[in-house]
C-alpha cells in the first residue's frame, strides 16, 4: 500500500465523540455479552471497566464489563488467533481477557501492579510468537512481557519522555518497540539491543499519545500518531506528511488501523466520539468518514481497538479459498475459459498456499512457491459472511507449467459475496521460455471465491 503523500490537512466537518488523558492472576468473572463479534468490529473503552462494542457500519452491538471496576479503562488488543481480547483497566492496573466465543466471559485478569505497583496499564500489542507487552506510563513505567498464558517472562525499562511507555507499538522484526510518553518525543526501545535513538520530534507543543506503525512496519514506512490537537501522519524519517482533524475537535487519544488495511479508526476524548479516515485521500478527500458517539460528556473514551486489526508484528491469519470455472477475455489464440482450484494465505509464509490452472487439452498450472501476497478491502465491494475485511487478493508466484518448473503467474482474484457469480478473476500464466500462455479477464460461471478472516 502506497502510503506516502505530499502533506494534506482535510477538515472533515463536525460532529461529536469522546476520550482524554489518563494514566499473573487468574480471576474468572461474570460474562456480559451474547453476540457474536465480526472481523471489523469496533472496541470502545469507556470507563468502568467497560467497552461498548460496534460493528464496522457503527451499528452499537453491546456493552461488556471486566466486572472489576474502576474509573478509567484504555487500550485493548485481539491475540493472534482472534479467540481473545485483552483490555487495560487503567485505574487498576490490570488487564482483563475476554473470550471471543459467546458469551464473552473474562476468562483471565492479569495483575499487573504486583510488577509495578500504581503504573496504571495503558496499552496492550502482541508479537507473533503470541507474546504480549504492557505499557505503564506510571509508577516504575516498565513495559511487561507475557507469554501466551499470561505468565511474566520479563520486564523492559525504556526511557520516558513526560510520563512512562504510554502507548506502544511491535515493529515487524518483533524487538523495536515504538511508544510515546505523552510528550512530543516519538521513541524506540529493543528488547535485545535496549534504548535506541527516538523515531521522531513531534513539532509544536502538546501530548502525543496512541500510535500504530504503517507498512511495511519496520518504520520505514512511516506511522500515525494521535496527537491531542490532531492525528498525524510520519513519513520514514519521522516527518510530518499529513494531519486528519475534525472542525471543532481535539483531545485526539485513541488510535487503531482497520483490517482492511485502507483506513483507521481515531477518537477524541474532548467529545466522546471516534471517526474512521482515510489513510490516503482520493481527489484530495478523505472520504469515507464515519462518526460514532460513544459516551455522553468528556474524559471518559479512552481507548479503542478492532477485531482483526492489522498490526506491525502480529500474525496476518487472512486467505482466500475456492474455484470454479473462469469464462471471460483474453488476446487472441489464448483460451477464454479456464479453470482454477485454490487456498492462498494473506501472508506468503504462511502455508498451505495452493493454486490449480487447467485449460485446453490437458494444460495445467501447479503452484510450487507463492512470491507475493496482498489482501486489501475494495469499497466497490462486499464479500458478503462471513465479514473477512478484505475482498480483493492479489498474487504472485512460480511454479510447472504441463510439468516444467520455472513458470510465472500472476492473478487478482475478488469475492463480491454469494454465491460467487460476481466474482472475478484476472490471471496470467508465462512459461519459463518467457511465453504467455494464459491471460484472462473473466467472471465466475461456476464456483465460487471466498475471502476468510483466519
Known sequence: MKIFFNKIVRVISSLALLVSTLAPILTPVPAYASTAWAVGDVFAAIGGGQYRVWSNAGVLKETISDGLGGIFT????FNNSLDKLYTTNFSLTKVAVFDDAIPHAVSAVVDTGVTSPGGHSESVVFAANGHYFVGHPDGNTLIHEYDAANNLVTTHAAADDARGTDWIDLASNQTTLFYTSEGRA??????????LANFAALPGGGNAFALRLLPPGDGSGGLLVADNSNVKQLDGLGNVVS????????????????????????????????????????????????????????????????????????EDTRRMTGGGTIVGKAPVGLPTEVKHGFELHCDAADLPNRLEVNWGKGNKFHLENLT???????????????????DTYEGKGTGRYNGISGATAEWVFTDKGEPG??????????????????????????????????
Open 74 to 77: 484504555t487500550g485493548c488488543a
Open 186 to 195: 516519538v521513541q524506540r526501545f529493543d528488547i535485545v539491543g535496549g534504548q
Open 243 to 314: 494531519t486528519y482533524d475534525v472542525t471543532g475537535v481535539d483531545g485526539w487519544f485513541s488510535l487503531n488501523l482497520d483490517p482492511n488495511g485502507t483506513h483507521f479508526w481515531a477518537g477524541s476524548f474532548s467529545n466522546g466520539t471516534f471517526y474512521k479516515f482515510l489513510i490516503e485521500p482520493v481527489a484530495g478527500n478523505y472520504v469515507d468518514t464515519q462518526v460514532v458517539t460513544v459516551a455522553t460528556g468528556s474524559n471518559a473514551f479512552f481507548g479503542l481497538c478492532l477485531k482483526g486489526e492489522l498490526t506491525a508484528a502480529g
Open 372 to 390: 507475493s501476497a496482498v489482501c486489501t478491502n475494495n469499497p466497490a465491494y462486499d464479500e458478503g459472511q462471513p465479514v473477512a475485511g478484505f
Open 421 to 454: 457469480k460476481n466474482d472475478t478473476v484476472h490471471l496470467k500464466i508465462v512459461d519459463v521460455g518467457l511465453t504467455t500462455v494464459v491471460d484472462i479477464v473473466g467472471v465466475l460461471q461456476v464456483g465460487n471465491q471466498q475471502a476468510h478472516a483466519n
